[in-house]
């Protein structure tokens, strides 16, 4: 990883998807996992989820970590940084929902790791940019009853390569995530009859290479 890392910045490219917080779609999600419920016919859901790490990005060698090179650059790949997720999306027939993500780098602190073998780094982070686009549909397969407490749904995330390759903005390239949705309540979710549940999401990633 190390060296896999150093040649790619040689090349002014990271495309490497480091964030790890990625909010649920939309507002039936549990912060980061999916509901197997969508938005209600021409219901229109908004968000905005901030977040913020530290050592987001760290070097290792022998199991010990590197510290980034003093007093200029920043001790961690990713020392740390400031994100922003604005959502917009809309529901169709109480079944099938269309929900756009536009992650935002706020601010980040560190630097670009050099050539293999070295601790020297090829430059600072860029700070600031947007990151690729999540476009997520969703359809249900199977609604809330009275007689059964549970709902499927399945969506699939699609990004698209709108964030730029270098400092860890963006992946260069399109990944899709297909998701399969389970979920059990106590009462219908979208009327907000329940008072208990949970969800179970089972998926893949597939990355353009």
């Known amino acids: 990883m190390l060296l896999t890392l150093a040649a790619l910045a040689q090349t002014g490219d990271l495309p490497i998807d480091v964030e790890r917080f990625q909010p649920a779609p939309d507002t039936y999600g549990y912060v980061v996992t999916q509901s197997a419920s969508t938005l209600g016919h021409l219901q229109i859901g908004v968000g905005l989820w901030g977040d913020h790490s530290r050592d987001s990005v760290v070097l290792l060698r022998n199991g010990q970590r590197v510290i980034g090179p ?7 790949v990713i020392d740390q940084r400031s994100m922003a997720h604005a959502q917009l999306g809309m529901g169709f027939f109480n079944r099938v929902s269309l929900m756009v993500d536009l992650p935002i780098i706020l601010w ?102």
């Open 70 to 76: 003093g007093p200029d650059f920043a001790d961690g």
């Open 108 to 209: 980040q602190e560190g630097y670009e790791p050099g050539a293999p073998g070295t601790l020297y780094p090829a430059d600072d982070l860029v700070p600031s940019g947007p990151g690729d686009l999540r476009i997520t549909p969703k359809i249900v397969l199977l609604d809330y009853r009275r007689e059964m407490p549970i709902a499927l749904a399945v969506s699939g995330t699609v990004t698209a390569p709108l964030g730029s390759r270098r400092s860890f903005h963006g992946e260069g390239g399109v990944t899709a995530s297909p998701m399969l949705i389970a979920e059990i309540a106590d009462g219908d979710v979208r009327g907000g009859e329940h008072h208990v549940r949970f969800a179970i999401n089972a998926g893949a990633r597939i990355k353009e290479t």
